[in-house]
């Protein structure tokens, strides 16, 4: 079968870095920039950096930098959709490790505007080792600084020669993580202050919210996706059909990235904290929500569970009743968001496992559940019963058997001893629930002060236990 390839050169100027070749970006930012190039005349081109070697990955460059993206999932109808797409925007691909003069001459094309990074959540970091010298540093911010002051050294500090920063690293703040992070180095360094109000003046190091379900190569499936496309493709990637992209910045970049032509679900916002506080409750509460109840209720993957009858209808009623009034936003932005959610959980192309999201439930719930516990019984006055359930049902899971346990180990010990005096008749689920309550290290708080939360957790339990889950869920109708 014949190999893709470019036919021809990218005859767009370098207006992006891309740090980091991974599926991610691939499916998601570089899809976005080659669909500006088509609707909007953006003519962007990327050059991708690749931070960290990888001997067992060729470079893009194999493929003259085009590669296939399939995008499938179900579509605002909620009818299933594929639709590929060849992207032709990568111009080259740089092994930083092979190639650090090559990186640092890309430092002096006056096109570049724009730099691009998902380096890993633990990519935004700092030491005290990394030097100037070195080629390259170890750390992502190392490499990042090195290239701005050869940039600032280059174009003598001029201020139109600045660049925006979009990190998509998924920690909170990210711009201004990685802004302090290269401030760090160019003060390490002993750099002229001049640099340092470069960095601070000319570059705008911007925050983002990226979202979007990169499942990367189809290995199951690719010889039958390669007769439909009649050819070969080692970088083809797959995503779902909902993605979105929150920029907090300023108002100039609509103008820049020419946002208005391209019907892109691409928000340029003051503030980020809303759309950060609907993508963790709405989302990621709904998982951490639904995700113990349908293992014990038997269940495997998200859209079995969304399309049981019960275990469905629970976590539409809670997302409608419990979390969306606890949250910040305009109801009927929440309520749109909750249903692109709904239609992502039944993804038919996706197999997305129960066990695989319940790792780590305890610092899940902690982190997106129990704010609009709180939340929902400061504003009305009484106890979201299903998010409740959820606790318990976690608490239950926890007792061992179901699925592999992953956790932090002095939570797992703690249900360990917990669950072994429970069975030996020492302890009851009333003390058990105030013991957990009282857990200070992970809920920041003794939940027990909460007036009725030990009880109505000490009835949830018990009801799982008597009753089923599946019973339990249904009493809440």
Not at 108 to 131: K, L, M, Q
Not at 161 to 167: D, F, R
């Amino acid at each position: 079968m014949q190999k893709l390839n470019r036919e021809k050169p990218c005859h767009f100027p370098t207006k992006f870095v891309q740090f980091g070749e991974g599926n991610f970006l691939r499916a998601f930012i570089d899809w976005q920039i080659d669909l500006l190039n088509e609707r909007a005349g953006l003519d962007a081109g990327v050059v991708v950096v690749r931070p960290i070697p990888r001997d067992d990955y060729p470079l893009l460059d194999s493929q003259g930098g085009v590669y296939t993206t399939l995008i499938r999932g179900l579509n605002e109808e909620g009818v299933p959709v594929k639709d590929y797409r060849k992207i032709t925007c990568i111009k080259r691909e740089i092994d930083l490790a092979a190639s650090f003069a090559d990186y640092l001459e890309l430092a002096r094309d006056p096109d570049i505007r724009f730099i691009v990074s998902n380096t890993t959540e633990a990519g935004i970091a700092t030491n005290e080792t990394d030097r100037y010298t070195d080629t390259p540093p170890a750390t992502f911010p190392a490499k990042l600084t090195r290239f701005l002051h050869e940039r600032f050294v280059r174009f003598g500090g001029a201020i139109d020669k600045g660049v925006v920063l979009l990190p998509c690293e998924l920690i909170d703040h990210n711009g201004i993580a990685l802004k302090a992070a290269v401030t760090h180095y160019a003060r390490l360094w002993r750099t002229d202050e001049a640099f340092v109000r470069w960095i601070e003046n000319a570059c705008t190091f911007c925050s983002t919210l990226v979202d979007r379900i990169v499942t990367g190569y189809p290995r199951e499936e690719i010889g039958e996706i390669q007769q439909e496309l009649g050819y070969e493709d080692n970088f083809l990637v797959t995503a779902e059909y909902f993605y979105l992209l929150v920029i907090e910045g300023p108002a100039s970049l609509a103008g820049e990235l020419k946002l208005d032509k391209a019907d892109l679900n691409i928000r340029l916002v003051d503030d980020i904290t809303p759309y950060k506080q609907r993508k963790v409750g709405v989302l990621n509460g709904g998982h951490t929500t639904m995700v113990p109840v349908a293992l014990l209720c038997g269940l495997e993957s998200v859209r079995q569970s969304v399309e049981d009858e019960d275990v469905g209808r629970f976590l539409l009623e809670t997302l409608d009743q419990e979390i969306i009034p606890a949250l910040p936003l305009p109801r009927e932005e929440l309520q749109s968001f909750a249903d692109d959610v709904l239609r992502r959980f039944r993804n038919p192309y996706i197999h997305h496992r129960l066990d695989s999201i319940a790792l780590n439930s305890w610092s899940k719930y902690a982190a997106r559940v129990l704010p609009q516990l709180l939340r929902y019984r400061e504003l009305k006055g009484e106890l979201p019963q299903r998010l409740i359930a959820a606790l318990a049902a976690t608490m239950h899971l926890y007792r061992g058997g179901i699925i592999a346990l992953n956790d932090d180990q002095t939570n797992l010990d703690w249900f360990r001893d917990a669950w072994k005096s429970f069975d030996e008749k020492r302890l009851s689920y009333h003390e058990m629930a105030k013991g957990w309550l009282a857990n200070v290290s992970l809920w920041k708080q003794d939940l027990n002060l909460i007036p009725g939360l030990t009880n109505a957790v000490t009835e949830a339990l018990h009801s799982i236990d008597e009753r089923g889950m599946r019973q339990t869920i249904n009493s809440y109708r």
